[in-house]
């Protein structure tokens, strides 16, 4: 079973700032790429982030300019800097591994960690 272990969430106040950090095994993080995922109360998850295995980044709209994905590959372990955050931030992030096994696309998920951005 794919493991996931995430860390780094946490209660903040408007403007701060958190790193949240997720490790996989070795062999699933070199060949995945590496999404944080977030889902506030009465609403739909959405992605926030992603880094393939090549570095290209994708980012939601909301937090472009605030968050910031990285890949450290030496330390298979993919990190979500958010500054400037603000209290529509506040959810249960989730890291996220993808990746292609035999043509089938295949997804693991982490067990998630609460944001809370206080006003």
């Known amino acids: 079973q794919v493991q996931l272990v995430e860390s780094g969430g946490g209660l903040v106040q408007g403007g701060g700032s958190l790193r949240l950090s997720c490790t996989a095994s070795?062999?699933?993080?070199?060949?995945?790429?590496m999404g944080w995922y977030r889902q506030a109360p009465g609403k739909q998850r959405e992605l926030v982030a992603h880094i393939t295995t090549g570095g290209r980044t994708n980012y939601v709209d909301s937090v472009k300019g605030r968050f910031t994905i990285s890949r450290d590959n030496a330390k298979n372990t993919v990190y979500l800097q958010m500054n400037s955050l603000k209290p529509e931030d506040t959810a249960v992030y989730s890291c996220?591994?993808?990746?292609?096994?035999?043509?089938?696309?295949?997804?693991?998920w982490g067990q998630g960690t609460q944001v809370t951005v206080s006003s």
């Open positions: 070795a062999i699933i993080f070199s060949i995945s790429t």
């Open positions: 996220n591994a993808e990746r292609w096994v035999g043509g089938v696309r295949v997804s693991s």
